[in-house]
C-alpha cells in the first residue's frame, strides 16, 4: 500500500475495501499546486449565520472596526464557501459526528467518534498527521475530551465515556492539550482514581492548571492544561470576574501558546482550535455568553493570521460544525438601539441565574438583573422569572431554571430572538486562506475536508 493510500483509508484491516472514499468524487478538485506545511483548523461550535452577524455587528458598534473573520472577506484575502454537514443518520449533526466527519473522513451516527455503523474503526486525522512526523494538538473553551477535539483524536463508540477519552490521550503523544475537564483527569475527581496528570508528567508533559502556569510553561515540551472544572467559564465572566480572568487563559493565548511549542517542528504542525461554549450558549439562549464567546474565537482567528501570513506556509481553515438555536436581530424601530445593550451586559444567563434565589423580592431581582444585564425588567417580569424559582423551591438556579426564559424575558429590551435551543440542519460558513485555498468549491460535504488536509499536507 503506498503511503497516500494508508493515510487516506483509515479504516481497520479488512474494513476499508468496501468503502468508497467522498475523497474519490471530488479529486480533481484538489489538484494543489504545493503543498503546505502547517494547518490551523478553527471551528465556533454551534454558530448559526445569525450568531456570525451580530458577533460582527457587536463588534463594529462597540469598538468601530470589523470582526477579524469579516475584514477577511472585506480584504479577499481568503476563500469562502458553504459547506453539508450531515451526519449519517441525521441532516441535523451533533458535535460527535461532525468532528469525524473532518477528522476520520466519513460520516458516522450521532453520538459517535468516528466509529461507523457496523463497527468501522476510522483513524482520526491528528494521529495521521502525528504519524507523519508532525507536532499535533487542541485547544478548546470545553473539556479537552469534549466531542470536537475528541473527532480529531480518538475512535470511540460513544461521546459520552469522557473518562475513557482522557485516558486514551494519555496513551498518546499529542503535543498540545488544553481546555476544561479536569474532573477527567485529576485523581480525587475520577470515580477509579487513576492520576493523569501524573501519567502525562511521566512522559515529559507540561502540565499547567492555571493560565500562569500555561503561560511560563516551556515551548521546548509538550503540554496538558486542564483550567477549570467542566467547560471553561464564559468569556464575558471572565472579563468581569478578576480571579477568573487570571485563573483562565483566552482562546487566543492557548492558540499562541500552541503555536509557540509546536512550530519549531521541522515537519510542521496541525492544529484544532475551538470555541465550544458558543454552542453553549446558544442551547441556553444566552445573548451576552454567545456574542463575547464568539468575539473571543474571532481574536484567536487573529491569532492565527498573524502567524500564517508571516509564515506564509500555513493553511488556516475557519469554520463551524453546524448551526445552534438560529438567533437574530429582529425588526423594530428601536432595533440598532436595543441591540447596543449588549455592550453593558456583565454576565452570562448561567451567572445572572446562579445568583437568583426561591424567595427573592422582585425588587431585589430587578436590581441583581439590572446589575448584571444592564436592564431594568418590569416588576410582573421579575415576578414571572421568580416565579420558575419558587416552585423548584431550595437548589433552584441555572440547572433547574432554564436560561431562554431569561432571554423571553430580555427580548423586548435586546429585539434579538431565538428559534430554539437545539441543533440545526444549516448550510455552514467555511473559510480557507493559505496555499491551496484557492482550490474550495462553493459548497463541499463535510468529509472531504479531511481528505482536503491531508491532501495539502502531501500525505
Given at each position: 500500500?503506498?503511503?497516500?493510500?494508508?493515510?487516506?483509508?483509515?479504516?481497520?484491516?479488512?474494513?476499508?475495501?468496501?468503502?468508497?472514499?467522498?475523497?474519490?468524487?471530488?479529486?480533481?478538485?484538489?489538484?494543489?499546486?504545493?503543498?503546505?506545511?502547517?494547518?490551523?483548523?478553527?471551528?465556533?461550535?454551534?454558530?448559526?449565520?445569525?450568531?456570525?452577524?451580530?458577533?460582527?455587528?457587536?463588534?463594529?458598534?462597540?469598538?468601530?472596526?470589523?470582526?477579524?473573520?469579516?475584514?477577511?472577506?472585506?480584504?479577499?484575502?481568503?476563500?469562502?464557501?458553504?459547506?453539508?454537514?450531515?451526519?449519517?443518520?441525521?441532516?441535523?449533526?451533533?458535535?460527535?459526528?461532525?468532528?469525524?466527519s473532518w477528522g476520520g473522513g466519513y460520516r458516522v451516527n450521532?453520538?459517535?467518534?468516528?466509529?461507523?455503523?457496523?463497527?468501522?474503526?476510522?483513524?482520526?486525522?491528528?494521529?495521521?498527521?502525528?504519524?507523519?512526523?508532525?507536532?499535533?494538538?487542541?485547544?478548546?473553551?470545553?473539556?479537552?475530551?469534549?466531542?470536537?477535539?475528541?473527532?480529531?483524536?480518538?475512535?470511540?463508540?460513544?461521546?459520552?465515556?469522557?473518562?475513557?477519552?482522557?485516558?486514551?490521550?494519555?496513551?498518546?503523544?499529542?503535543?498540545?492539550?488544553?481546555?476544561?475537564?479536569?474532573?477527567?483527569?485529576?485523581?480525587?475527581?475520577?470515580?477509579?482514581?487513576?492520576?493523569?496528570?501524573?501519567?502525562?508528567?511521566?512522559?515529559?508533559?507540561?502540565?499547567?492548571?492555571?493560565?500562569?502556569?500555561?503561560?511560563?510553561?516551556?515551548?521546548?515540551?509538550?503540554?496538558?492544561?486542564?483550567?477549570?472544572?467542566?467547560?471553561?467559564?464564559?468569556?464575558?465572566?471572565?472579563?468581569?470576574?478578576?480571579?477568573?480572568?487570571?485563573?483562565?487563559?483566552?482562546?487566543?493565548?492557548?492558540?499562541?501558546?500552541?503555536?509557540?511549542?509546536?512550530?519549531?517542528?521541522?515537519?510542521?504542525?496541525?492544529?484544532?482550535?475551538?470555541?465550544?461554549?458558543?454552542?453553549?450558549?446558544?442551547?441556553?439562549?444566552?445573548?451576552?455568553?454567545?456574542?463575547?464567546?464568539?468575539?473571543?474565537?474571532?481574536?484567536?482567528?487573529?491569532?492565527?493570521?498573524?502567524?500564517?501570513?508571516?509564515?506564509?506556509?500555513?493553511?488556516?481553515?475557519?469554520?463551524?460544525?453546524?448551526?445552534?438555536?438560529?438567533?437574530?436581530?429582529?425588526?423594530?424601530?428601536?432595533?440598532?438601539?436595543?441591540?447596543?445593550?449588549?455592550?453593558?451586559?456583565?454576565?452570562?444567563?448561567?451567572?445572572?441565574?446562579?445568583?437568583?434565589?426561591?424567595?427573592?423580592?422582585?425588587?431585589?431581582?430587578?436590581?441583581?438583573?439590572?446589575?448584571?444585564?444592564?436592564?431594568?425588567?418590569?416588576?410582573?417580569?421579575?415576578?414571572?422569572?421568580?416565579?420558575?424559582?419558587?416552585?423548584?423551591?431550595?437548589?433552584?438556579?441555572?440547572?433547574?431554571?432554564?436560561?431562554?426564559?431569561?432571554?423571553?424575558?430580555?427580548?423586548?429590551?435586546?429585539?434579538?430572538?431565538?428559534?430554539?435551543?437545539?441543533?440545526?440542519?444549516?448550510?455552514?460558513?467555511?473559510?480557507?486562506?493559505?496555499?491551496?485555498?484557492?482550490?474550495?468549491?462553493?459548497?463541499?460535504?463535510?468529509?472531504?475536508?479531511?481528505?482536503?488536509?491531508?491532501?495539502?499536507?502531501?500525505?
Amino acid at each position: 500500500m503506498k503511503r497516500r493510500d494508508f493515510f487516506r483509508s483509515g479504516t481497520i484491516a479488512g474494513l476499508g475495501a468496501g468503502l468508497i472514499s467522498p475523497f474519490s468524487s471530488r479529486s480533481k478538485l484538489w489538484e494543489l499546486d504545493r503543498q503546505v506545511k502547517n494547518i490551523i483548523f478553527l471551528v465556533t461550535d454551534g454558530m448559526s449565520s445569525g450568531t456570525f452577524q451580530m458577533a460582527d455587528l457587536l463588534r463594529r458598534r462597540m469598538d468601530g472596526r470589523n470582526s477579524n473573520w469579516l475584514q477577511l472577506y472585506h480584504d479577499k484575502k481568503i476563500t469562502r464557501g458553504i459547506m453539508d454537514m450531515s451526519s449519517l443518520n441525521s441532516a441535523v449533526p451533533d458535535s460527535a459526528a461532525a468532528s469525524s466527519s473532518w477528522g476520520g473522513g466519513y460520516r458516522v451516527n450521532n453520538g459517535s467518534l468516528n466509529i461507523g455503523p457496523n463497527g468501522e474503526v476510522y483513524k482520526p486525522i491528528l494521529k495521521k498527521f502525528k504519524d507523519s512526523g508532525k507536532a499535533v494538538g487542541c485547544v478548546t473553551t470545553v473539556q479537552i475530551t469534549h466531542a470536537t477535539p475528541a473527532g480529531f483524536l480518538v475512535s470511540h463508540p460513544t461521546r459520552q465515556e469522557q473518562a475513557v477519552i482522557a485516558e486514551k490521550y494519555a496513551e498518546e503523544n499529542y503535543d498540545v492539550l488544553m481546555g476544561g475537564g479536569l474532573e477527567f483527569f485529576d485523581s480525587e475527581s475520577r470515580e477509579d482514581g487513576k492520576d493523569l496528570f501524573a501519567k502525562f508528567s511521566d512522559k515529559g508533559y507540561s502540565v499547567a492548571l492555571n493560565r500562569d502556569e500555561m503561560l511560563r510553561s516551556s515551548i521546548e515540551k509538550p503540554i496538558i492544561g486542564v483550567f477549570h472544572r467542566g467547560g471553561l467559564p464564559y468569556t464575558l465572566d471572565q472579563m468581569n470576574d478578576r480571579a477568573l480572568h487570571e485563573e483562565v487563559p483566552t482562546l487566543a493565548e492557548m492558540t499562541q501558546k500552541a503555536i509557540d511549542i509546536m512550530k519549531s517542528n521541522p515537519n510542521g504542525f496541525v492544529i484544532q482550535v475551538e470555541a465550544g461554549k458558543v454552542d453553549w450558549a446558544a442551547h441556553g439562549n444566552d445573548l451576552g455568553a454567545i456574542l463575547y464567546d464568539q468575539l473571543a474565537f474571532d481574536d484567536a482567528v487573529k491569532t492565527a493570521m498573524d502567524f500564517a501570513e508571516s509564515d506564509g506556509n500555513t493553511l488556516v481553515i475557519i469554520t463551524t460544525d453546524h448551526g445552534n438555536a438560529n438567533p437574530g436581530l429582529m425588526g423594530g424601530r428601536n432595533a440598532d438601539k436595543n441591540f447596543d445593550r449588549v455592550q453593558s451586559f456583565k454576565h452570562s444567563a448561567n451567572y445572572t441565574l446562579s445568583k437568583i434565589e426561591s424567595g427573592m423580592s422582585p425588587a431585589a431581582a430587578i436590581e441583581w438583573i439590572e446589575q448584571a444585564k444592564g436592564i431594568a425588567i418590569k416588576k410582573e417580569e421579575a415576578k414571572e422569572l421568580l416565579s420558575f424559582f419558587d416552585r423548584v423551591g431550595e437548589g433552584a438556579g441555572p440547572s433547574t431554571i432554564p436560561a431562554p426564559r431569561l432571554a423571553k424575558t430580555l427580548y423586548p429590551y435586546t429585539n434579538v430572538g431565538w428559534a430554539g435551543t437545539s441543533h440545526t440542519s444549516d448550510f455552514v460558513e467555511i473559510s480557507m486562506y493559505g496555499p491551496g485555498s484557492e482550490k474550495l468549491p462553493p459548497i463541499i460535504m463535510n468529509t472531504e475536508l479531511h481528505f482536503y488536509m491531508l491532501e495539502a499536507a502531501g500525505l
